[in-house]
């Protein structure tokens, strides 16, 4: 084994490998110099060699002269011999997807974590901040996969998920991050199987009541949690 | 070590260096991203051997480019030896192996390429030596295979180390 100083920005780089290994380093370079690197990468391997990205990284968008080989959720990218042909735009979503179900489970999970949390300390701002983010992320990403159904059902719940919402409503907040994420598992799963996402009627409802719920209810929650009166935003939540 | 691509000469090298320190983030651990190294050992390195020896060529060569201190090449290291392991024990060679097993077995010859742009990085990846905590991921009998003790301690063991050499230059 041998061990070397090496600058990924110069053109010195060890040639002929059958694999290279680069991970979780490409996230501190600028797109450019990313796609130069790749490029590099390419050049040091052999025909047919895998380069191996990080976790949270993807040469998606970087480069065509890989594919991309996907099993049991670990990713690789094998070195692509040409002609480079721009590949069918659907190729494409089909890789993009596979990437967002992978990210998509992770939310799915910290969603739940963060519904347990709430429950043993329901309005922890901080958690709630965490399941806001992962609500947004999910918004996001199932939109730019065609995953319509998915998106406008995070866009709904972003609305619900605020600190006003989960201190007058503490029990009822945390069953609701639980519930959206095992509806979100389920549309998954189906749009995984490219079947119809599943009706997620009982989240639609809850939101709903969680958004328009009459003031007395909201007393009535507080009185239940013993939540004290002047809560931050007790007056912007009557309108 | 030996230096080999480089950054700007005489005394303004130091200052970079301690930059470099500064700015990069040495996190790493053995076994990293299980999924993807299964992916590595099971497909991609059974692939590549198969293919390889098809063509009655027996070398193999990795590089790890921000390896950081070392835990990425030498858990890549482990891995091919144990899949070398493994793929002899379903296709036997036609002649007796040496013993003690070399853990590379003859031919094959693997050459790993560690590289990273933290002196410090590189200089623990070389020596090698490991905290408890840090081989908390390396399961009992790849330490018993692959490491021994040194004090309080882990070390790579000499052999894994020598299995894996390097003949490359650039």
Known sequence: MQFDFHNLKTEF??????????????????????????EKFWHCLNPAGYLFVGHAESLFGLSQKFRMVHENNGTAYQRNEGPYVSRPPEDRGGELRALFFESANELLQSLNEAGLELEARPADEEVIRRVRRAVHTLKGDSAACGFHKLSELAHELEDALTPQIAHARGADF??????????????????????????????????????DGPASRRVRARRRFNCPRNLPGRNTNSS | MRITACSPAGKDRSELALLLENLTVNETSFFRNRPQLDLLQKSVLEEILRRKQERRDYTLRVWSAGCSAGQEPYTVAILICDALAYYYLRNPLPFEMPSP??????????????????????????????????????????????????????????????????????
């Not at chain 1, 290994?21 to 450019?32: G, K, S």
């Open chain 1, 13 to 38: 780089l060890p040639r002929r490998n059958d694999i290279i290994l680069c991970r979780n380093v490409m996230i501190y370079f600028d797109e450019a110099e990313q796609k130069r690197l790749v």
């Open chain 2, 101 to 170: 097993k070399p853990l590379i077995p003859p031919p094959w010859k693997v050459e790993i390429v560690a590289s990273d742009i933290s002196y410090t990085s590189l200089r623990t990846g070389q020596e090698g030596l490991y905290t408890e905590q840090q081989m908390e991921p390396v399961d009992y009998t790849c330490r018993l295979r692959y490491f021994e003790k040194a004090g309080d301690k882990y070390k790579v063991k000499p052999q894994l180390r020598s299995s894996c050499s390097s003949t490359f230059t650039i």
């Open chain 1, 174 to 211: 945390a069953e609701l991050v639980l519930t959206a994420a095992d509806s979100f598992g389920a549309m998954l799963t189906a749009y995984q199987r490219k079947a119809e996402p599943p009706a997620v009627e009982a989240l639609h409802a809850m939101i709903r009541k969680l958004l």
